[in-house]
């Protein structure tokens, strides 16, 4: 392809990655020839009425999209909110649902300088943001996985988060009951419910999909007494799980002596997938 034009290279590239699979061929083939050429996506649009040609390498990187390795990776950037993060193997790459999450605790901090600490960063995508858009807020962060701890530490330490190796349900201990907001997003999915797409199966990290146990609510039960842990009375949590745990997550908190105003939020399909709550 590196020797046809710009505009039959991605006309080829949409129908090999729509043949295979690939949800959003003609924008995955756009963004790859985007990033070769160092361009924004709405540049190529341009350029492929012109006579530019195909740059090198494109063939390969649609090839390899072909085989279902997830457009971030092959960037090596995913985008989140306001951020752009590195990514590749060895870290989840972040969902749009998660900017949901994230927004909570940026409306709920509104601006003031609080204490706020996200178990599970994977990429830093929720520290980050909330870094970023709360700049008079304390961020912290912790991730189980040293290979995503490794990208979460490329991501945040511009940001000026403070991140820790290590397993939320002991993180921070040393720092119990000072948090005013705590944040996650942890593995949650069902141990049977192995996910269709080649991209996430095949490609996100296990340690960050799988909730464990049958229902996948080992890590997010973990979490919530993580929280509980690391609160201030008044603090605030919000945790992002499936659709399917929205009922049982809801039940099990408002039963806890630990919580007040227990809620479920929807995600921007109107899906119930986090649920916030007050320390009492
Ligand atoms: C679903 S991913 C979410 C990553 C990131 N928060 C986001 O929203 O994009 C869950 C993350 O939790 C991490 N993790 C799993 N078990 C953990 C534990 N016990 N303690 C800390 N992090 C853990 C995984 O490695 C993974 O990075």
Redesign the pocket.
Known sequence: MSSSSLASALAAATSVLAEAGVPSPRVDAELLAAHLLGESAGRVRALAYTDTPAPEGFSELVAERARRVPLQHLTGKAY?RHLELSVGPG?????PE?ET?AQLVIDHAAGRPLKIV??????G??AGSIAQEVPQAEVFA????PL?HGWAEQNLAPLGVRLEL????T?FEEQNGTFDVVV?????IPALAVPNEPEVADHD?V???YGGGADGME?PL?AVAAAARLLKAGGYFVL?HAEVQAETIFERMAALADWDAVATHPDLNGRARATSAIRR
């Open positions: 989140f870290v989840f790459v972040p969902r998660t999450v996200d178990l599970g960063t994977g990429s995508a929720i912790v991730e189980l996985s995503a290590g397993d939320l349900r993180a996650s997003n942890p593995p949650y990290p340690a960050a999909l890590l973990a992002e």
